[in-house]
């Protein structure tokens, strides 16, 4: 067995870009405490939401984080489960993340519902017949599992528990990935939304966004270290890319060749692939999520057949490819929370409504404000502000090898 020489230290940037960064982060989460304030005090009437979007914004920013979060735990897995070596250096920046990327998740969702005073109620009164109550279980869980996890990574001689924390920690991270699929998934009021196939598709997003996440932590926290990342772990990261890109997309087809095949659902696949969300459907989670990095990796691999390695050239595609993936991964978050609303509900299956007053027929508007903009920036950048504190205080960036 091969022993882990690996020394770790604070980040200790000594850049201007990384004041830069900070300042920035600073403001973005002043802006989206204020626009937090601004809706709890004035009622959701000055964002775009309405009777029939009733989730914006901020939820396509909080379920995209708390999906980020159970993915970015992938470097960690590698490292404590599957025993990858070169992932070891950066297991604790993992779990590190994961955790930072949860809190700000649940900020903006518990911002976002209207009553951020009640959470101390919804966390002691539990309806067990309700997802969202079995999901503060998970979310709760999944922090205590990260802290304990991160203690064991830091404290040497517990370092023989690792791959045990790591085996809780993956399978709890699936777990609360399928019961935030299960949310959606159990919405049988949305016919758009009906499918218990969102909860794998739900997990490969996670690990697509999460390991899209972390590559790119990864990527600013050695450039300002100054220690590029060596050649051996920017190609394991990019063929774990690859085999998420492909489970997501395996999942997505599988989803709406079902669909498809179901009379009942047959409409709302239509309203998708056809209808007014259906650019963002092929350019955004088709083109830019899945087909891009795919290419971008391919094109390195065909450009680089009879010559050697170029490391900087891998790292760019591998920059590329997480910034693509991630883009595309957010875009289906958003078609799943805000395009399933688009569609009119079916009120009554089975019955022809000949008249209403509610405004359920036709396709739903909806223009996010500046509001829920805000609220949802600030929620990213409270996560990297805390990410940052963290690695100021904690050894958990690995040390450049001189």
């Known amino acids: 067995m091969s022993v882990d020489t690996t ?4 980040l200790q940037p000594a850049t201007l870009s990384y004041l830069v960064v900070v300042l920035v982060l600073v403001v973005l989460s002043a802006v989206g405490g204020y626009c937090a304030y601004n809706m709890e005090h004035e009622g959701h009437h000055i964002s775009g939401m ?31 489960v599957f025993e990858v070596s070169a992932y070891k250096p950066y297991a604790r920046l993992s779990v590190v993340l994961a955790v930072c990327l949860l809190i700000g998740g649940l900020l903006v969702l518990v911002l976002d519902l209207g009553r951020p005073d009640r959470l101390a109620v919804a966390m002691t009164h539990y309806n067990f017949r309700s997802i969202f109550s079995w999901n503060i279980i998970l979310y709760t869980g999944f922090i205590a ?27 709890w991270r699936i777990i609360l990935t399928t019961g935030t699929g299960c949310i959606f998934g159990f919405l049988v009021g949305r016919s758009t939304l009906d499918s218990a196939i969102l909860a794998p598709l739900f997990i490969a997003l996670s690990f697509v966004i999460g390991t899209a996440a972390l590559v790119l932590v990864m990527l600013l926290v050695s450039y300002w270290q100054q220690h590029p990342l060596p050649s051996e772990i920017v190609q394991s990261l990019s063929k774990l890319m690859r085999g998420c890109i492909v489970a997501l997309l395996y ?3 599988v989803q709406h060749l079902t669909n498809l095949y179901v009379a009942q659902h047959q409409p709302d696949e239509s309203f998708l692939l056809q209808g007014p969300h259906s650019a963002l459907f ?8 899945i087909i891009v990095p795919l290419t971008l990796l391919l094109w390195h691999k065909l450009k680089n057949t009879n010559k050697e390695n170029d490391v900087t050239s891998e790292r760019s595609t591998l920059l590329y490819m997480s910034m693509s993936a991630l883009l595309g991964g957010v875009v289906l978050v958003y078609l799943v929370i805000i395009g ?6 079916d009120l ?31 929620g990213v950048s409270v996560s990297m502000l805390l990410l940052f504190f963290v690695l100021r205080i904690l050894p958990v960036s690995s040390e450049p090898v001189s």
């Not at 920013?61 to 897995?77: M, P």
């Open 145 to 171: 599992i990260g802290v304990m996890y991160l203690s064991v990574l830091l404290e040497k001689k517990f370092s023989r528990f690792s791959k045990t924390i790591g085996i809780v920690a993956f399978a």
């Open 251 to 253: 999942f997505s087809i």
């Open 340 to 345: 399933s609303q688009s569609r009119a509900q």
């Open 348 to 378: 009554f299956p089975g019955k022809i409504v000949t008249a209403s007053s509610f405004g359920d027929a036709g396709v739903a508007t909806y223009q996010p404000s500046l509001w829920e903009w805000g609220l949802g920036i600030g």
């Open 7 to 10: 020394r770790f230290q604070q």
């Open 50 to 80: 309405n009777n029939r979007i009733v989730w914006g914004l901020p939820h396509v920013f909080a379920v995209s984080l708390i999906l980020a979060a159970s993915g970015a735990l992938n470097g960690a897995t590698m490292a404590s």
């Open 282 to 289: 092929w350019v955004g989670h088709i083109g830019i999520g």
